[in-house]
T-cell receptor, first 114, second 111 residues
Framework: SAVISQKPSRDICQRGTSLTIQCQVD?????MFWYRQQPGQSLTLIAT?????????ESGFVIDKFPISRPNLTFSTLTVSNMSPEDSSIYLC???????????FGPGTRLTVT | GEDVEQSLFLSVREGDSSVINCTYT??????LYWYKQEPGAGLQLLTY?????DMKQDQRLTVLLNKKDKHLSLRIADTQTGDSAIYFC???????????FGAGTRLFVKA
């Protein structure tokens, strides 16, 4: 299985600021995803991070608010921009390899916006 | 649209079997998954089943898939207190490029 790390593991931020979350995988993967899990809720897909091209965003999520980078096959970042208390959530990185069923998740980044 | 539904709570006694149920709407699912989330932790992939299978067994875990009724279940045999967690059902669609999650079932195991 893939080993995924995320930094930071948690943060408390002031409204109006931005936070960049990093996701590192120990092996090359085809697909990297970013999810949000609001308190007591299920997971919602924000976007698929594509290597070498712009991320693919789900309905309700836009690049200006959640810019994503994926410079190579093992690393991605998600930025939460101009934060408000409604952005308080756990943000999870996930990876999968084309042709394989398994999708693995990182430990998550717990963000609190005050 | 795509939707995955689960009951929110299940309580069992230690040593009994637990059965967690899930229904989904997208008939083009490729894989269906069960994940476990313990408090303050990320999601752990427990098991998955390919959409053309109807059963998969892995130690204490048995997954049953009724594709006609779009119903998935997870049976945990000899449930232990360490099995207390939230269990998420999920389906992959669009050839595996998107995964839809249910709301999660919180399993309580009483000693």
């Amino acid at each position: 299985s893939a080993v995924i790390s995320q930094k930071p593991s948690r943060d408390i931020c002031q409204r109006g600021t931005s936070l960049t979350i990093q996701c590192q995988v120990d092996s090359q993967v085809t697909m990297m995803f970013w999810y949000r899990q609001q308190p007591g809720q299920s997971l919602t897909l924000i976007a698929t991070a594509n290597q070498g091209s712009e991320a693919t965003y789900e309905s309700g999520f836009v690049i200006d608010k959640f810019p994503i980078s994926r410079p190579n096959l093992t690393f991605s970042t998600l930025t939460v921009s101009n934060m408000s208390p409604e952005d308080s959530s756990i943000y999870l990185c996930s990876v999968a390899t084309s042709g394989r069923a398994e999708q693995y998740f990182g430990p998550g980044t717990r963000l609190t916006v005050t | 649209g795509e939707d995955v539904e689960q009951s929110l709570f299940l309580s069992v006694r230690e040593g009994d079997s637990s059965v967690i149920n899930c229904t989904y709407t997208d008939s083009s699912s490729t894989y269906l998954y069960w994940y476990k989330q313990e408090p303050g932790a990320g999601l752990q992939l427990l098991t998955y089943i390919f959409s053309n299978m109807d059963m998969k067994q892995d130690q204490r875990l048995t997954v049953l898939l009724n594709k006609k009724d779009k119903h998935l279940s997870l049976r945990i045999a000899d449930t232990q207190t360490g099995d207390s967690a939230i269990y998420f059902c999920a389906e992959s669609i669009n050839g595996g490029f998107k995964t839809i999650f249910g709301a999660g079932t919180r399993l309580f195991v009483k000693a």
